[in-house]
């Protein structure tokens, strides 16, 4: 566990297993970002899966106001589309190599 990690929940005296499910989620994010070295395309490929998937569960919460409904919403759609840029060049690729190979007869 990172030092600042261990720290705060030192600090806060806290277990890392009385965390509920969401600050679990946090927690392991910022160990992630702790431990990591360089960004790279898979690690914000990574970031912003996990955040579609906390929004996602936040979604499932029925007593959300409609603010954070919304505020939730463009987030989603944020991530969204950060990830479809990451992944469009490999989807065209990939799609350009089947339509070759069917050209070719492959």
Known sequence: MNFLLS??????KIQREDLSGE???DFVRWEKILSGGEISVE???EFCKSQISIIENQWKDMSNDPKKNERLIIAHNIYSSILKVIDSPEAEK???EE????????
């Open 7 to 12: 720290k705060l929940l030192s600090k806060r």
């Open 23 to 25: 600050e679990k989620e």
């Open 43 to 45: 690690k914000i490929s």
């Open 94 to 96: 990939v799609a350009l």
């Open 99 to 106: 339509y070759l190979n069917k050209l070719i007869g492959a």
